[in-house]
């Protein structure tokens, strides 16, 4: 929290922040499953993975990108890069 301000969320769609909230609620507890499903495949204690994703340690952004007319040489979106998150 100290590392990220609060969402901003559109007033311009309603129900958008509710519909949200809930899609990142279930997206939580699926990779939560799948923890557990890696951690039984490699013969480990099912909650092995738990505390890396303890209290929401997790991100989930909402990105659009328009099309662009022309590929340019400038890096105007985000460029090559590696997820660092447990999933």
């Known amino acids: ?7 901003v969320w559109p007033d ?6 509710e519909t949200f ?33 303890r209290d929401g340690n997790s991100v989930m952004r909402l990105l659009h990108y328009p099309p662009q007319p022309e590929p340019t040489g400038e890096h105007i979106r985000a460029g090559a890069h590696e997820d660092i998150n447990t999933i």
Not at 1 to 7: I, K, L, S, T, V
Not at 12 to 17: A, C, D, M, S, T
Not at 29 to 47: N, P, T, W
């Open 21 to 53: 909230q809930r899609l990142y609620a279930e997206f939580d507890q699926a990779g939560l499953k799948i923890l557990r499903a890696v951690a039984r495949f490699l013969g480990i204690d099912e909650d092995y993975f738990t505390d890396t994703v």
């Open 12 to 17: 311009e769609v309603p129900g958008f922040k």
């Open 1 to 7: 929290r100290a590392h990220m301000g609060d969402n």
